[in-house]
């Protein structure tokens, strides 16, 4: 039985349900659309292993991503899906593959969970990516949209932050275009070092990465009171 959701703000759409069951020996995170009923992430298994695989060996996916190096291995995807799919108390990540019509097409969620040192606040990291068949029909936002939504409501995050590298155009289109949201580059490497540990691949980074890196904070009071709590609707 999924688990509820909390009290919708007055007029929200509920867009998605959910089973988070993250603290067992046998984690369950399944979050599926209502929106578009094919559309479902969820935690990934040992049978995803060719279908991920394919996926991060698939320059077209990985090529602004450095997080993604060495991934093309069989061995290297058998350990990741171990890691996923494994939790923690606290949770340090939550990661999901997208899947449409339980086929699995992408991976995305929360890949890093941690407190912010200097006021303890919650951040979640988001992420995605989507098989290039699938872009441009509206899943890459539906899923952020509930990888979002899930981490600050459900997760109880703070703030989900995403970033990605300035050349990658697409990306930058749906976070300021179909969300709305505008990002400037990071500057500040001390002020941010939580996000150079995560998406630079555990190592240091040039002054010029970080001038070529965007990053988007999504508070969670912005959030609910925004059209995208509700999956879009007006």
Same mark, same amino acid.
């Given at each position: 039985?999924?688990?509820?959701?909390?009290?919708?703000?007055?007029?929200?759409?509920?867009?998605?349900?959910?089973?988070?069951?993250?603290?067992?020996?046998?984690?369950?995170?399944?979050?599926?659309?209502?929106?578009?009923?094919?559309?479902?992430?969820?935690?990934?298994?040992?049978?995803?292993?060719? $279908?991920? %695989?394919? !996926?991060?060996? +698939?320059? =077209?996916?990985?090529? /602004?991503?450095?997080?993604?190096?060495?991934?093309?291995?069989?061995?290297?995807?058998?350990?990741?899906?171990?890691?996923?799919?494994?939790?923690?108390?606290?949770?340090?990540?939550?990661?999901?593959?997208?899947?449409?019509?339980?086929?699995?097409?992408?991976?995305?969620?929360?890949?890093?969970?941690?407190?912010?040192?200097?006021?303890?606040?919650?951040?979640?990291? $988001?992420? %995605?990516? !989507?098989?290039? +068949?699938? =872009?441009?029909?509206? /899943?890459?936002?539906?899923?952020?949209?509930?990888?979002?939504?899930?981490?600050?409501?459900?997760?109880?995050?703070?703030?989900?932050?995403?970033?990605?590298?300035?050349?990658?155009?697409?990306?930058?289109?749906?976070?300021?275009?179909?969300?709305?949201?505008?990002?400037?580059?990071?500057?500040?490497?001390?002020?941010?070092?939580?996000?150079?540990?995560?998406?630079?691949?555990?190592?240091?980074?040039?002054?010029?990465?970080?001038?070529?890196?965007?990053?988007?904070?999504?508070?969670?009071?912005?959030?609910?009171?925004?059209?995208?709590?509700?999956?879009?609707?007006?």
């Amino acid at each position: 039985m999924a688990e509820e959701l909390n009290p919708p703000l007055p007029d929200q759409k509920i867009f998605y349900t959910h089973t988070t069951k993250l603290y067992t020996t046998e984690p369950i995170l399944q979050i599926q659309s209502l929106k578009r009923p094919e559309l479902q992430l969820r935690l990934p298994t040992p049978n995803d292993s060719n $279908a991920l %695989l394919r !996926l991060f060996s +698939d320059s =077209r996916n990985v090529q /602004y991503d450095k997080s993604c190096d060495g991934l093309d291995d069989p061995d290297a995807i058998k350990d990741l899906i171990a890691q996923w799919s494994s939790t923690s108390d606290p949770l340090e990540r939550a990661n999901v593959v997208i899947t449409i019509n339980e086929k699995v097409v992408g991976a995305g969620g929360l890949g890093w969970i941690g407190k912010r040192k200097s006021d303890g606040r919650m951040i979640g990291d $988001a992420g %995605l990516m !989507l098989d290039p +068949d699938f =872009r441009r029909k509206g /899943y890459a936002y539906d899923s952020l949209c509930m990888v979002i939504d899930h981490g600050l409501r459900v997760l109880k995050m703070d703030e989900v932050h995403i970033s990605c590298v300035d050349a990658n155009a697409a990306f930058k289109g749906l976070m300021n275009v179909k969300f709305g949201l505008q990002a400037a580059p990071i500057k500040d490497k001390f002020g941010n070092e939580w996000w150079v540990y995560l998406n630079l691949n555990h190592m240091p980074c040039t002054d010029f990465e970080y001038q070529n890196t965007r990053i988007w904070k999504i508070i969670k009071e912005d959030w609910l009171n925004s059209r995208h709590a509700r999956g879009g609707h007006e």
